[in-house]
């Protein structure tokens, strides 16, 4: 586990400025709510397995007494880089894209099934999109009742989604909710550990492994 050095750092930061904008910032400035300090602590971005997980700054200093090779993960994933060193953001960060989000679109309650599948949703399952949406924008795919569902890429701009054809992609598909079940092998593993970062602290500090 390590920083992410300036070339990855700049990649990590582009992908989820393209979602939240400068709520941004916001992401690594707030105050920890995990770790046995009295003090809160931020977040940071740690490198481990080349996946990017998103922790606090507690958690990575007790991390760091843990070997390499016995470490699963630190805080909670949010993507991985390919073998060619592209970053891409994985479903494991949706709940943090969905709270800093600045663009979302909300489906049709009978067209939610068809974006769990891994589908790009078209005009026709649109309910309801931010108003100033531009084409290339991230955007979080809601639910009617503000579910978070998963996130994509804007196709066309909020006000080209009210001319498009019905069948015409408003928003490219780029990771859901369902692949917690399609790809269940990989993914549960990975957040089984994210979720258990509140609770690898022991009485006197140290990491229980």
Known sequence: MRPLDEKETTQVFEKLFKFTGPNLKHLLERPAVEGPDAEPSRYCLRLHRNRVYYASEALVRRATAVARPRLAGVGTPIGKFTHHGSFHLTVHALDLLAAHARRRVWLKPDTERSFLFGNSVPKSSLARITENTKA????????????????????????????????AVVVLHQADAGEYLRKEEELIVLLFCSRLRAYIFVLNGLLAI
């Open 136 to 167: 290339g924008d991230g955007v979080v795919v809601m639910s009617m009742s503000d579910v978070p569902l998963g996130f994509g890429i804007a196709a066309r701009s909020a006000q080209d989604c009210r001319k498009a054809d019905t069948n």
